[in-house]
């Protein structure tokens, strides 16, 4: 029997390749308590009455942070915000081919949007402060650049989901950080009757979102095909689905930054 050199050379460098990869991502991303990590994104992830208690207190801190033009107030509601589970939940949902996960992350992110937008949008009408401040117009002016910043953010986020030596609290503030003031301002928007403010800050939560979700389950995938040694459709559709998602506002927001 003859002997194939090319495939003694394929599979010398597929294995070269291998050994490769492994030396440099096996501890940083290795993940043997894979049953623990899916059990705290979905008890963090579900509507009950502390993940509702931290919502309402981060709207309300926030909403009353930008009305006071105070960041260090704003920062308080970013830290405690909660939102940055369903998106987490999404992701893994699509990684690990959980179609619950990623209807029930839906809906709870939806009701999410729809409880803060309402309940900023009532604050700021009973509050005595309703300028449009310096800490409101810098969350009216969606741009690129804000996208590349919620792509490190939801890296960041689901890399510390994944190492144990990545602290969770530092994912949740760098996750945080992008979601909650847009939908507070939002809500500004809507009580004072400007629609152009509301529109600015859904849509800046809108692609703070897209980037976040892609680039966490970008690495949610990455580690599922570590583990599984195969790519599926599923998670094929997931990705193609948020990346196409995430080009349409990028296109969005290119051109709007280039007209500024």
């Not at 709207?59 to 930008?66: A, N, S, W, Y």
């Not at 959980?98 to 309402?118: D, E, G, K, P, T």
């Not at 890296?155 to 949740?172: D, F, Q, T, Y």
Request: charged fraction near 15%; hydrophobic fraction near 55%.
């Amino acid at each position: 029997m003859p002997i194939d050199m090319k495939q003694i050379f394929r599979d010398a460098r597929q294995n070269a390749a291998g050994e490769i990869r492994d030396s440099i991502f096996a501890k940083d991303t290795s993940f043997e308590e894979h049953d623990k990590f899916m059990r705290s994104i979905d008890e963090n992830s579900r509507f009950t009455e502390s993940f509702l208690a931290l919502l309402a207190a981060a709207m309300v801190i926030c909403t009353l942070g930008l009305l006071m033009n105070s960041p260090a107030v704003i920062i308080g509601g970013m830290i405690i915000s909660p939102i940055m589970w369903p998106i987490m939940k999404l992701s893994a949902g699509i990684s690990f081919q959980n179609r619950s996960y990623v209807w029930r992350a839906a809906v709870l992110l939806i009701v999410s949007v729809i409880f803060a937008v309402l309940s900023s949008a009532v604050i700021t009408m009973v509050s005595p402060m309703k300028a449009l401040d310096a800490e409101i117009l810098a969350r009216t002016t969606p741009g690129i650049l804000d996208i590349v910043v919620a792509l490190a953010s939801g890296l960041v986020g689901a890399l510390a989901m994944i190492k144990p030596r990545i602290s969770e609290n530092l994912a949740g503030v760098a996750i945080a950080v992008s979601l909650m003031p847009p939908l507070c301002v939002s809500g500004i928007g809507i009580a004072l009757s400007n629609g152009l403010v509301a529109g600015a800050g859904m849509f800046l939560f809108i692609e703070n979102v897209a980037a976040i979700a892609f680039a966490a389950t970008a690495v949610f995938v990455f580690y599922a095909y570590r583990v599984t040694g195969h790519m599926t459709v599923f998670r094929k559709r997931g990705l193609t689905v948020l990346l196409s998602i995430l080009a349409v506002i990028s296109l969005i927001s290119l051109i709007i930054t280039l007209q500024r």
